[in-house]
């Protein structure tokens, strides 16, 4: 038996199999954060380099990080604002002490105040729906150097301050 095939049967066809692969696409990690910001990074440990570290796991829950330290003997004030065009979930603080805070101004908006010694700080949430997370990191009352924050397994920095992550 011969199939025969018109040209609108081949778009038809074309047209399936491209709305295949986009969905593909989507289900398999088109959705997925940037990997610069997977797996904490190597170096963050309470004393360390101070600044930021950011990153994002699947292993722990809740699945964000964004954590500041200082080397012993350094005070500094940690403030910013963390947004989505999503929802956060399960915010909580790293190891509170005297007036650290964090305040979660509707669904999409974090801000966070922490006086961070040779220990750690810091604020941990998830994401639900949403594909942006954009970060404001301050330190002393200015927006901290890009070369403060440390993104992912790799402690890469980001191009500027704020940035945004997408997925």
Not at 68 to 73: K, Q, V
């Amino acid at each position: 038996m011969n199939a025969q095939f018109g040209t609108g049967t081949w778009r038809g066809m074309a047209a399936t199999l491209a709305a295949g692969a986009v969905s593909l696409a989507l289900s398999t990690g088109a959705l997925a954060w940037s990997g610069q910001v997977e797996g904490r990074p190597a170096s963050f440990q309470p004393g360390a380099a101070g600044g930021y570290y950011v990153w994002r796991t699947d292993t722990e829950t809740p699945h964000w990080h964004v954590e500041t330290t200082d080397r012993p003997g350094f005070n500094h004030l940690y403030t910013g604002t963390l947004t989505t065009d999503g929802q956060f979930t399960g915010v909580n603080v790293t190891q509170p002490e005297g007036d650290d805070w964090i305040q979660q101004i509707g669904p999409g908006t974090i801000q966070y105040h922490f006086h961070t010694y040779s220990g750690r700080d810091g604020v941990r949430f998830d994401i639900v729906g949403g594909s942006q997370l954009t970060l404001a990191l301050g330190r002393d009352g200015q927006p901290i150097g890009r070369d403060r924050i440390y993104l992912g397994a790799a402690a890469e920095h980001p191009a500027s301050n704020p940035f945004t992550l997408v997925r």
